[in-house]
């Protein structure tokens, strides 16, 4: 969803994580500063997913830079799938799938939030009911400061990126 201008809209409220039953469900969780061109991929992708129907067990959200913020969300779903954007030297717009378990299995330069992210995650493997934790890389060439604009290689890759995510959603509730 955006405004007029095309920036992003977010609605933000914590009870949204406790109006139902999510033991079985998914949290879609896009990071990244969407105002450093590249480095905001992650929410790019949220933002093409919510214009998108979704099964009843799949929410989205913009995590943005949140860190341990988004810490309370855990505890309450099965599954949760990261996108971010990672400076890895890999070709510009790589799309990468990872099971973090610990900040040591992130890829060395995910980007300019990787410490809140790294730690966040070693974070919820303290919680009582620790999720399957799923995290899709793009891989970026650089970080352009206050641009909202995507190269076309990373651009490219969001729609694939929602596709193998889809396909994993699809898989990951089929275990349920």
Same mark, same amino acid.
């Given at each position: 969803? !955006?405004?007029? $201008?095309?920036?992003?809209?977010?609605?933000?409220?914590?009870?949204?994580?406790?109006?139902?039953?999510?033991?079985?469900?998914?949290? +879609?969780? &896009? %990071?990244?500063?969407?105002?450093?061109?590249?480095? &905001?991929? &992650?929410?790019? %992708? =949220?933002?093409?997913?919510?214009?998108?129907?979704?099964?009843?067990?799949?929410?989205?959200?913009? &995590?943005?830079?949140?860190? $341990?913020?988004?810490?309370?969300? #855990?505890?309450?779903?099965?599954?949760? @799938? $990261? =996108?971010?954007?990672?400076?890895?030297?890999?070709?510009?717009? /790589? @799309?990468?799938?990872?099971?973090?378990? $610990?900040?040591?299995?992130?890829?060395? !330069?995910?980007? %300019?939030?990787?410490?809140?992210?790294?730690?966040?995650?070693?974070?919820?493997?303290?919680?009582?009911? /620790?999720?399957?934790?799923?995290?899709?890389?793009?891989?970026?060439?650089?970080?352009?400061?206050?641009?909202? /604009?995507?190269?076309?290689?990373?651009?490219?890759?969001?729609?694939? /990126? +929602?596709?193998? +995510?889809?396909?994993?959603?699809?898989?990951?509730?089929?275990? #349920?």
């Amino acid at each position: 969803m !955006a405004d007029s $201008f095309g920036a992003p809209v977010a609605v933000s409220s914590d009870a949204f994580y406790f109006e139902k039953d999510k033991s079985k469900s998914i949290l +879609i969780l &896009g %990071v990244g500063n969407y105002l450093m061109g590249d480095e &905001g991929v &992650g929410v790019h %992708v =949220i933002q093409e997913m919510a214009t998108m129907k979704l099964p009843d067990n799949v929410d989205i959200l913009d &995590g943005g830079t949140g860190g $341990f913020l988004l810490l309370n969300c #855990f505890e309450s779903y099965k599954a949760v @799938i $990261f =996108i971010d954007a990672t400076m890895d030297g890999q070709k510009e717009g /790589t @799309i990468s799938l990872i099971r973090p378990r $610990f900040a040591s299995d992130f890829p060395s !330069a995910l980007s %300019v939030h990787d410490v809140g992210l790294k730690d966040m995650i070693e974070a919820v493997y303290l919680l009582d009911n /620790t999720p399957d934790i799923h995290l899709f890389t793009i891989s970026i060439n650089e970080v352009v400061p206050m641009s909202l /604009t995507l190269s076309s290689e990373v651009k490219e890759a969001i729609p694939k /990126t +929602i596709e193998d +995510i889809i396909r994993l959603t699809e898989r990951l509730s089929a275990e #349920f």
